[in-house]
């Protein structure tokens, strides 16, 4: 079998080395447009609790971060003078062109050839019996077949950069600021090995209303690939100064951008020629969530499994990697949500709470309180003992009104107005809209119920944090940890039980 990888990143060098491995007679040649040491980016992070699949398939990124990369358990949380640290993360990151070394070396040790500085398209590629489309979020050979896999894209509203930094992060920090022009924030970890010199990944967000204020907006996105924005680069340097000792920003094509996340219903197809995607071609994560990599090397050992498994039955081993790989990025772009969320909204975090709130909020945006604690103990004791200490008692035995406590029947809100949630965000206008013909009634506090978890929280937030009224959220299936997490991380006043 001649099998094509388009794509020269992490899942597409993967996958030729796992599926030369599994197949020596196969030809598996691997075109990359960008020469072999190019590479945009700074660092690539992952989660020591999500590589026990690509592990089993090859040690190599185990082995890049031992011998190369950083290692920490805290996450650091920086707000308003303070710094909060939350431990049992275990986490680890690399220098994404180290990584790109060592699996370059590991494609041509199982055989499979590289051409660089070579770019193809679909109609390049008739003489092979399949072509893996690994060629990134703005894929052409995925653009080459037109609307059959069934693509969705979501733009985030939040703007972002990619920077690095000659300071040396200790571990996964998040910066809060805010300047005369609003609230910026920065995702920040340390890549360099130990004894090399310092970098660190630096990544900036802001929403698009600070970003024009500031003059951000005037970089020429028209220009290619390469060029940084320097003005950017300048503004981002004073803001963030002291945080990175007056040390300097590091560009590599930094430019701003918003996040656009994909799903994709199918992501292979048997014409013109069987063709089938991996990585960011198909589907994309926030990077809040640090999987992007992890993601693409995990569907390329899928592919590389089925593709051994039907080894004379394309059509079924195609469908039996879309089988296997689906599930686990469902699952992730699900919890990424929130996540992106988050981060669409956090110059209102930022003004509405104190730091060990602001800190429980984020943390917990994808988890809930008694799974956090089984992580990070101390930072949920700490967090707790932040809400006695402004209340008198922990969250569900603190009075609320009539309430004696924050998990309360619903039928407690009989006489209360009432507003549902969407059931995507596209209908959240209509939902706030409703909240402001109730913010003139000035209730006791409003009810809001049916939707979706994150639908129901942002329009409960909407309610609290920019109209004053104070809320309850009607949670089909409430139980304590779930009413504990939300009224301490401030996203609701009251929970409601249904009848």
């Known amino acids: 079998m001649r099998v094509a990888v388009v794509g020269g990143g992490p899942g597409g060098l993967f996958a030729a080395t796992l599926i030369r491995r599994a197949d020596p007679s196969a030809e598996v040649t691997v075109f990359e447009r960008n020469r072999a040491d190019d590479t945009f980016g700074f660092g690539v992070v992952f989660s020591d609790r999500t590589l026990a699949a690509i592990d089993e398939a090859d040690p190599v990124l185990r082995e890049a971060l031992t011998e190369h990369g950083?290692?920490?358990?805290?996450?650091?949380?920086?707000?308003?003078?303070?710094?909060?640290?939350?431990?049992?993360?275990?986490?680890?990151?690399?220098?994404?062109?180290?990584?790109?070394?060592?699996?370059?070396?590991?494609?041509?040790?199982?055989?499979?050839?590289?051409?660089?500085?070579?770019?193809?398209?679909?109609?390049?590629?008739?003489?092979?019996?399949?072509?893996?489309?690994?060629?990134?979020?703005?894929?052409?050979?995925?653009?080459?077949?037109?609307?059959?896999?069934?693509?969705?894209?979501?733009?985030?509203?939040?703007?972002?950069?990619?920077?690095?930094?000659?300071?040396?992060?200790?571990?996964?920090?998040?910066?809060?600021?805010?300047?005369?022009?609003?609230?910026?924030?920065?995702?920040?970890?340390?890549?360099?090995?130990?004894?090399?010199?310092?970098?660190?990944?630096?990544?900036?967000?802001?929403?698009e209303q600070s970003w024009r204020r500031a003059g951000l907006d005037e970089f020429d996105v028209t220009q290619p690939p390469g060029a940084s924005d320097m003005i950017t680069k300048e503004y981002l340097?004073?803001?963030?100064?002291?945080?990175?000792?007056?040390?300097?920003?590091?560009?590599?094509?930094?430019?701003?951008?918003?996040?656009?996340?994909?799903?994709?219903?199918?992501?292979?197809?048997?014409?013109?020629?069987?063709v089938v995607l991996l990585g960011d071609a198909v589907h994309t994560a926030h990077f809040s969530v640090g999987s992007g990599t992890k993601m693409a090397m995990e569907d390329a050992v899928a592919l590389a499994a089925a593709l051994a498994t039907h080894p004379r039955d394309l059509p079924a081993a195609l469908a039996a990697y879309e089988e296997a790989a689906q599930p686990s990025v469902r699952r992730i772009q699900d919890s990424a949500r929130p996540s992106l969320s988050w981060w669409e909204h956090f110059g209102r975090y930022h003004d509405a709470f104190e730091p060990w709130q602001f800190a429980y909020h984020f943390l917990s945006r994808s988890i809930s309180d008694a799974?956090?604690?089984?992580?990070?103990?101390?930072?949920?004791?700490?967090?707790?003992?932040?809400?006695?200490?402004?209340?008198?008692?922990?969250?569900?035995?603190?009075?609320?009104g009539s309430a004696h406590g924050r998990l309360v029947p619903a039928s407690l809100a009989d006489d209360m107005p009432v507003v549902d949630a969407p059931d995507s965000e596209a209908g959240l206008p209509e939902a706030f809209a409703g909240l402001d013909r109730v913010a003139a009634l000035r209730p006791a506090f409003v009810v809001v119920r049916g939707g979706t978890p994150l639908t129901r929280v942002l329009v409960s937030e909407q309610a609290r944090l920019v109209l004053g009224l104070s809320s309850m959220v009607v949670e089909p299936d409430a139980d304590a940890d779930l009413a504990t997490t939300l009224v301490l991380s401030g996203r609701a006043d009251l929970v409601g039980v249904p009848s």
């Open 371 to 400: 799974r956090l604690a089984r992580r990070a103990p101390d930072f949920v004791a700490a967090s707790h003992q932040g809400w006695v200490d402004a209340h008198g008692s922990e969250p569900l035995q603190t009075p609320f």
């Open 237 to 274: 340097e004073k803001l963030f100064a002291e945080q990175i000792d007056g040390r300097k920003l590091l560009v590599n094509n930094s430019r701003w951008g918003n996040f656009r996340t994909r799903r994709t219903r199918r992501w292979h197809t048997l014409r013109p020629r069987p």
């Open 70 to 207: 950083r290692h920490w358990d805290d996450i650091e949380v920086r707000l308003k003078g303070e710094r909060i640290r939350c431990g049992g993360n275990g986490m680890a990151s690399v220098v994404r062109r180290t990584l790109l070394g060592l699996l370059q070396a590991r494609a041509r040790e199982a055989g499979a050839e590289l051409r660089f500085a070579t770019e193809v398209g679909l109609d390049d590629l008739c003489g092979y019996d399949l072509v893996v489309g690994a060629d990134g979020a703005g894929s052409r050979i995925r653009e080459a077949l037109g609307d059959e896999l069934g693509t969705e894209v979501e733009t985030a509203t939040a703007k972002f950069i990619w920077f690095g930094t000659d300071h040396l992060f200790d571990g996964l920090t998040f910066v809060h600021e805010r300047s005369p022009d609003g609230v910026f924030a920065v995702h920040g970890y340390p890549i360099s090995a130990p004894g090399a010199d310092p970098v660190s990944t630096f990544i900036v967000e802001t929403d």
